[in-house]
């Protein structure tokens, strides 16, 4: 079993930038894929962005890329979501999600443990 909490939503302004924090406990981190989802309201859960169990191999939706950067810290057992460039279609709550897997995975349904989710909002 694995237990995810994100931290660090929050409101900002269109153009600001927010870092989310995933921090992973139960099970060895490094063994695990983890990924990054939004869920805006009325909409269905979309992927964001993916990283490996290294951290060497990384994966973004269209939507984010050159914007949004993913990290991971297998020493700290957390994952990051550098948001930048924000603009009022991100806002959403946003969920990591573990995997034990060496790969990069971006479909909701291969991941096994998903975290409650931290609101993001961003004004215009």
């Known amino acids: 079993q694995v237990q995810l909490v994100e931290s660090g939503g929050g409101l900002v302004q269109a153009g600001g930038s927010l870092r989310l924090s995933c921090a992973a406990s139960?099970?060895?981190?490094?063994?695990?894929?983890m990924g990054w989802f939004r869920q805006a309201p009325g909409k269905e859960r979309e992927f964001v962005a993916a990283?490996?169990?290294?951290?060497?191999?990384?994966f973004y939706a269209d939507s984010v890329k050159g914007r949004f950067t993913i990290s991971r810290d297998n020493a700290k057992n957390t994952v990051y979501l550098q948001m930048n460039s924000l603009k009022p279609e991100d806002t959403a709550v946003y969920y990591c999600?573990?995997?034990?897997?060496?790969?990069?995975?971006?479909?909701?349904?291969?991941?096994?443990?998903w975290g409650q989710g931290t609101q993001v909002t961003v004004s215009s």
């Open positions: 999600a573990a995997k034990n897997s060496k790969s990069i995975l971006i479909l909701t349904t291969t991941y096994a443990y």
């Open positions: 990283i490996n169990w290294s951290g060497g191999s990384t």
């Open positions: 139960g099970r060895t981190f490094s063994n695990y894929a």
